[in-house]
């Protein structure tokens, strides 16, 4: 269990509700959450962010994959030759890759003592 004392005023955390509903706050507003939610069960937890990311091939392979089922014999793989080292396939991944950065999922890491 990590103490409240060691974690930055500005990390994210996850504040967990009796109901089992939960929220995304940054560390130095946990006082004023449990003032606000007196009497209520608050549990507080790291926040891990999970962020999707993918690859030039994980990208081809999954969309030939969906999508070849009608096609030649051989279409997967003539596709994802001709689309592997294509500059508009790495600008896409990237491109991808930051928009998943920024609207990032987080979930529960360590268990956070507000006391301390």
Do not use: H
């Not at 069960?41 to 999508?67: C, G, P, S, W």
Request: charged fraction near 35%; aromatic fraction near 10%; hydrophobic fraction near 35%.
């Amino acid at each position: 269990m990590k103490n409240l004392s060691q974690i930055p005023e500005s990390e994210l955390i996850i504040v967990k509700y009796k109901e089992g509903m939960t929220e995304v706050i940054e560390a130095g507003e946990i006082a004023s959450c449990i003032a606000y939610n007196e009497g209520y069960n608050l549990e507080f937890f790291t926040a891990v962010k999970d962020t999707v990311q993918i690859n030039e091939r994980e990208l081809i392979t999954r969309l030939t994959e969906m999508l070849g089922n009608d096609q030649y014999e051989d279409w997967e793989d003539d596709m994802y030759y001709e689309l592997i080292d294509e500059r508009e396939t790495k600008e896409f991944v990237e491109a991808f890759n930051r928009a998943a950065d920024e609207r990032a999922t987080y979930r529960m890491g360590e268990a956070i003592d507000p006391e301390n």
